[in-house]
């Protein structure tokens, strides 16, 4: 018998039984919290964005080329402090 299965008898069991059933939670401690695990993050400079309340389509758009370009640098930058040298980012 493999571990699903097991699982799956035990809490048929329990709710035979108890007349409710249980939950598996693995999370840490063994509470719906999830587990520990390392985030990367990394700064770059501020993108200057002029204030307007009503911004035309090609101003949205030279911004967003303008952020997708820094990202760009940013994650070429320290990609190789992260072990991530072979990788390539790719924004579609």
Not at 25 to 39: D, E, H, S, T, W
Not at 54 to 83: C, N, W
């Amino acid at each position: 018998m493999n571990f699903a299965a097991t699982d799956a008898l035990l809490a048929c069991t329990v709710l035979y039984i108890a007349g409710f059933g249980l939950l598996p939670v693995y999370g840490r401690f063994y509470l719906p919290i999830m587990n520990r695990a390392p985030l990367t993050c990394v700064l770059g400079k501020p993108i200057a964005v002029p204030l307007d309340k009503d911004p035309s389509p090609e101003t949205v758009d030279k911004i967003h080329a303008e952020f997708l370009t820094a990202m760009q640098k940013l994650f070429d930058r320290h990609k190789t402090g992260y072990g991530w040298a072979h990788k390539s980012l790719i924004i579609s």
